[in-house]
């Protein structure tokens, strides 16, 4: 019964906590939609982006150099266009000292001459510029149409047949050759100025804003001397050699001169840019800005309130009687680990949420699947990213729901007995100060209590050794340590003065004590502490309830023989009463035939009521007394109890009372002695028939355990039962205390010692009217061994 109420409350538990994590689950991607509607207004457009227009500010100088080329018919490095020098040479008076240089933001170069650090720093510039041609080219050349004007030869740089060139004198591009919806033309005069600026975009004005403050950077000379430990180059843009004796001062001008770069993009082009960025890890930037306008839009809010709304029903669950999760043991977890976790969870699990719902609202994660697509659709791919989704996020709130379930013993407990139990912290002060009072008090007992009964060596040579101590420290103390000895000795003296009459006072109460019990007070009792005389605490103690066993064991057997004695007569005098009564009946002569007849039937059953009644005390005496010869053979113990039922059927049907058997399905072979075995049931099948309520029903229940089978017979009593339940399996007693049923009042106990002598044990409990006898053997249950 208990079982099933505890797999229903298991069931139900699980389907709470389900639910609540499935209606989190579907509550959050409900919202998905209203993300991306409100991340739209927060994120840049990629052709706005400053990662795009930083790659139009690497072309520059890339195609300035190539235009050069084209023109001059030859081949300028990066560092003769972009890097300027300065070199002097310091006089005598000139010359800085490393503390001048350092305020100066200098720095002197000692392994290097002046003429190595120089080709160096142009060999840095060419590196830096060659990967950003390689970097930028790729994106340039594959996904916009370019245009660079040298206005000195009229020379034109481009990648396109269509007249881009045009944007240049007509800014509105009209043209059908040249239908751009999208352009970037910055022009430069002859000093490297940016003179003018003409963008076109959905919003000219933040782009223009965006290119202005893009070209304005020095993204050249900042990336030197970010890398600068790379190319082992100095921090500062001055250098000094030979001791301070030469310096060298450069700079970086990344500035085109007299030439005009256009950056165009068709709608085509730009529906085509919008799809390869979503899933080009190149341009993480775009995705990143993606993530915060995610987060602006209030993600993390609606998670956050979800997080909060579920907690509260993960604590609101707890107060339902049926729910049981959060006392499971599996459940329970330490509270510092628990709320470290909800803390993670808290703080980690931001970055996962927004991957999740941009990836799946973008579309980026099908360039998860991208060597797939001839096998997977578009739809497919969103299928799939939303399965995801939902797995991701049924295992992040399930893990909510279950560290927040942890906390809901607070409400069984209270909050003090819940941090008692559950803190680690807690745990391990209390252990803590255990372990210490353990150590402070043994460490005490072993100098301050000499232990009479046993080996005192160790605590001397710790007595003399603490002395030792003492002494040793007062020696190093010199002239004064006269007067620490003075000191120490009076300390001495009373500390052992005290001790002494500690000890005579424990002598006292061992004394007292012992004369107590000498004069028959067994109810002494020893709960002071006797120091040095503690062990002979133990052994009083130990002879006390010794004797007190004694004198309780005696006094109880001397009433049951009592009490023996007295039923034993009773018992036997009564059927010969009776016999001797009929016999004198027999004897008189005007007796009538019918009148013997009876007469003699009441004989023969007196007769036998003896028989049985004397048979049943040898019995019981000889099980008392271990003398019987058992034969255990493999016995099915259910078929033997309703065999044993089957030929007292008609007495139950007499009695008006209904048997209700429960069996296991599978025989439960026991090896046993069947005669006797048979003998047990039939005295509790004799007793419940007799004593039971009528109209009532009888429980017989057998159930398999680990070891192998308890049984339970359960019946309501006629009469009151006002004998205590472990008195009934003795002998001669009834449940009818006035004795005037028939029976021997050993049925009971004839069945308790069969049992106990095949090794099981039988138990009789009593509650209100309600009589159960449980009787449990070990066993091989088929199919099973235990």
């Known amino acids: ?100 240089i350092d305020r100066n933001y200098g720095e002197i170069m000692e392994e290097r001459t ?116 790379y190319y082992n180059l100095s921090d500062s843009n001055t250098v000094y050699f030979n001791s301070g004796r030469e310096k060298l001062t450069y700079r970086i001008h990344d500035k085109p001169k007299d030439m005009t770069f256009i950056y165009a993009c068709t709608k085509q082009q730009k529906e085509d840019l919008a799809a390869i960025w979503k899933n080009n890890s190149f341009f993480w930037t775009y995705q990143n800005e993606i993530r915060w306008a995610y987060y602006q839009a209030g993600t993390m809010d609606v998670y956050w309130i979800i997080l909060a709304v579920s907690a509260f029903a993960a604590l609101l669950l707890t107060r339902i009687k049926r729910y049981c999760l959060h006392r499971l043991s599996g459940v329970q977890m330490h509270l510092e680990i628990s709320l470290s976790a909800i803390v993670c969870m808290m703080a980690g699990m931001e970055s996962l949420i927004m991957e999740l719902v941009y990836i799946t609202n973008n579309g980026f994660s099908t360039g998860l699947f991208a060597k797939y697509t001839d096998l997977f659709t578009e739809e497919s791919f969103g299928m799939i990213a939303g ?31 819940f941090i008692k139990e559950r803190s680690l912290i807690i745990k391990i002060t209390s252990w803590l100060i255990d372990k210490t009072r353990k150590k402070a008090s043994q460490f005490k007992e072993e100098v301050l209590h000499v232990d009479l009964g046993g080996e005192a060596e160790g605590t001397v040579r710790k007595l003399v050794f603490i002395n030792f101590l003492f002494l040793a420290m007062i020696c190093f103390l010199w002239m004064f340590g006269w007067i620490a000895l003075v000191i120490y000795s009076v300390v001495l003296y009373i500390g052992l003065k005290k001790y002494v009459q500690k000890i005579q006072e424990q002598y006292r109460k061992l004394l007292a004590a012992t004369r107590s019990i000498a004069n028959g007070n067994l109810q002494t009792r020893f709960e002071e502490d006797w120091g040095v005389f503690e062990s002979y605490k133990e052994e009083l103690v130990k002879i006390q309830s ?113 048997f209700r058997f429960s069996m296991p399905d599978e025989k439960v072979i026991l090896q046993l002695d069947s005669q006797k075995t048979y003998r047990i049931f039939e005295n509790l099948y004799v007793n419940i028939i007799k004593y039971a309520m009528p109209h009532t029903r009888v429980y017989i229940n057998a159930r398999k355990t680990e070891t192998g089978i308890q049984i339970e017979l359960k019946n309501m009593s006629a009469a009151e039962l006002n004998i205590p339940a472990q008195d009934l399996t003795e002998r001669f007693v009834r449940g009818d205390s006035s ?48």
Not at 6 to 13: A, C, G, L, Q
Not at 387 to 412: H, K, M, Q, R, S
Not at 753 to 776: H, P, S, W
């Open 546 to 658: 010794g004797f007190k066993a004694a004198v309780d064991e005696e006094v109880k057997s001397q009433k049951m023989k009592t009490e023996l004695i007295t039923n034993v007569s009773h018992d036997l005098k009564t059927p010969l009463t009776a016999i001797t009564t009929y016999i004198e009946l027999l004897g008189e002569e005007n007796i009538t035939p019918k009148q013997r007849k009876e007469y003699l039937q009441v004989l023969s059953r007196k007769s036998n009521r003896l028989k049985f009644l004397i048979e049943d005390l040898f019995e019981v005496s000889r099980a008392s007394s271990g003398n019987i010869t058992l034969n255990p053979v493999d016995v099915d113990i259910c078929h033997l109890i309703r065999q044993v039922y089957l030929e007292y059927e008609d007495k139950v049907e007499e009695a008006d009372l209904i």
């Open 387 to 417: 399965c995801v989704n939902a797995l991701a996020l049924t295992c992040i709130f399930g893990a909510w729901f279950y560290l927040v379930t942890t906390l809901g013993e607070v409400f069984d407990l209270g909050l003090k007995e």
């Open 114 to 229: 002046l003429g190595e650090y120089k080709d160096t720093l142009a060999r840095a510039v060419n590196s830096v510029m060659e990967e950003w041609e390689n970097d930028t080219l790729n994106v340039i050349f594959r996904n916009l149409d370019y245009c660079v004007i040298d206005h000195r030869t009229g020379e034109i740089l481009k990648n396109t047949g269509r007249e881009i060139e045009a944007l240049y004198k007509d800014k509105s591009c009209r043209d059908e050759d040249a239908p751009y919806v999208y352009y970037v033309i910055m022009d430069y005069d002859g000093t490297g100025s940016l003179e003018n600026i003409a963008v076109r975009d959905e919003k000219p004005d933040a782009l223009l804003k965006n290119v202005q403050s893009v070209m304005a950077g020095k993204w050249l000379g900042n990336y030197l001397s970010e890398q600068s430990h």
């Open 739 to 786: 004795r005037n049923t028939e029976g021997s009042g050993l049925g009971l106990a004839i069945a308790r010692c069969f049992v106990e002598l095949q090794g099981g044990i039988m138990k009789v409990e009593i509650d209100g009217d309600l009589f159960k006898v449980v009787i449990a053997w070990r066993g091989t249950v088929q199919g099973t061994v235990t």
């Open 1 to 100: 019964m208990l079982d099933t109420k505890s797999k229903n409350s298991k069931k139900f538990s699980f389907a709470a906590a389900g639910v609540v994590v499935m209606l989190a689950v579907a509550a959050f991607m409900a919202c998905y939609p209203l993300f991306e509607k409100q991340a739209a207004n927060y994120y840049t457009d990629p052709l706005r982006s400053a990662e795009l227009l930083q790659h139009f500010y690497k072309s520059n100088l890339v195609f300035y150099k190539s235009m050069l080329d084209k023109v001059q018919g030859g081949e300028n490095s990066y560092a003769d266009l972009y890097l300027l020098t300065e070199e002097k040479e310091l006089s005598e008076g000139e010359k800085f000292s490393e503390d001048d």
